[in-house]
């Protein structure tokens, strides 16, 4: 089908589901269905409209369809020596940009350069009345008032569909260095706090096991004058890439095996929180803001335990046995939760996009 029959046929869909209270399912490649709470409606399947609308390396700016694969995408920028800043993980090749800005995850990088959202700079989107709302733009400064276009980066689609999107790019850096030290999880969280604030060009740094890897990336005297500084081992150029490639993707053994009744959990905490002493093996990565942890502790202790630190906790990918009845994300606060509803009513009022993704009664 042509681009426009394509967006025909699906406001006429939405509007007779809207119409009925009908559930709709907005889905890629469904290379993230298991992130969330359970799978609700018919399919609405993207990938159909997809392609790259416009890109300009000058201005550092792209936009493109939904159900444009990552893959290609990637493959345009880099033939420009740019990239998708954030990194956002596929969890399987064919994986669609409009999946990956509705799951809002980001990669290793994201606690240098910033979150999904941070780049998305307009978004052209389907509403439960079938409508095309356009929101923001394709340059940076073009934003006034409530900037709806990032409330769609880890809306789960329960917004509505998700046309088209504008992102911001950078280029590649032109050299990158990952060390290696030998130190225990306290000692790392420490030390990449020090490290932190000192102007020094790293990228991603993650823990594991008794030790810390840190990419540099940068201008080439920069990355150099950072080994100096901060030595370490200096690790495989190819060797690296595959390390941090499978923190991405998560392929890499430490999250191979969840037992039935244990869950990855998520936690973001404050960077200066030292390793919590629980259960279960842990994975420090962002400096130490972001923690991966596999435990059958119950959700309660987990949701305490992040609470008291000062951050939260989500339960990124649950064993086939565990309970999703204890809630995927966080519950929100009685405010938080009337704000969402409130914009759930203006873009979907009869709930079909995605129904209870989020949370079980969104």
């Not at 990637?74 to 800043?85: C, D, G, I, S, T």
């Not at 979150?115 to 509403?127: E, P």
């Not at 923690?291 to 086939?320: C, E, L, M, N, Y």
């Not at 966080?330 to 709930?351: C, E, N, Q, V, Y």
Request: proline letters at 6%.
């Amino acid at each position: 089908m042509q681009d426009d029959d394509v967006l025909a046929y699906w406001a006429e869909r939405i509007r007779a589901a809207t119409a009925d209270e009908r559930p709709l399912r907005v889905r890629g490649a469904g290379t993230k269905d298991w992130y969330g709470q359970a799978l609700h409606g018919e399919v609405l399947d993207t990938r159909v409209h997809r392609g790259i609308v416009a890109y300009d390396p000058a201005e550092l700016v792209v936009t493109a369809r939904c159900g444009t694969p990552l893959t290609e995408l990637e493959a345009a920028l880099a033939e420009h020596k740019q990239m998708l800043p954030f990194e956002p993980p596929h969890f399987g090749r064919a994986a669609t940009l409009g999946g990956a800005i509705a799951a809002g995850i980001a990669g290793p990088r994201r606690a240098t350069v910033g979150a999904a959202r941070d780049f998305v700079l307009g978004v052209t989107m389907m509403n439960g009345h079938g409508e095309i709302l356009r929101f923001g733009g394709r340059v940076v400064k073009n934003v006034a008032g409530y900037d709806v276009s990032r409330l769609m980066a880890g809306s789960l689609g329960t917004l509505g569909l998700m046309l088209e999107v504008s992102i911001k790019v950078l280029p590649q850096p032109a050299a990158e260095a990952t060390l290696k030290f030998d130190m225990n999880g306290t000692d790392a969280v420490r030390k990449l706090n020090e490290w932190s604030g000192r102007p020094l060009p790293i990228s991603a740094s993650a823990w594991r096991n008794g030790t810390l890897a840190v990419r540099l990336s940068g201008a080439d005297s920069a990355v150099k004058t950072a080994r100096n500084v901060i030595g370490g081992e200096v690790v495989d150029a190819v060797e690296a890439e595959r390390f941090w490639e499978g923190l991405r993707e998560q392929t890499d053994p430490f999250f191979s095996t969840i037992p039935p009744k244990s869950a990855l959990w998520r936690l973001a905490l404050p960077s200066i929180t030292e390793p919590m002493q629980l259960p279960g093996a842990q994975l420090m990565e962002w400096g130490g803001a972001q923690r991966w942890w596999i435990t059958d502790t119950d959700a309660q202790t987990v949701r305490i335990s992040a609470k008291q630190a000062g951050g939260h906790a989500t339960v990124f990918r649950p064993g086939r046995e565990f309970d999703r009845s204890v809630g995927v994300f966080t519950p929100l606060s009685a405010p938080l939760m009337k704000i969402h509803r409130g914009l759930k009513a203006a873009f979907d009022p009869a709930r079909i996009f995605n129904r209870g993704r989020l949370y079980p009664d969104f």
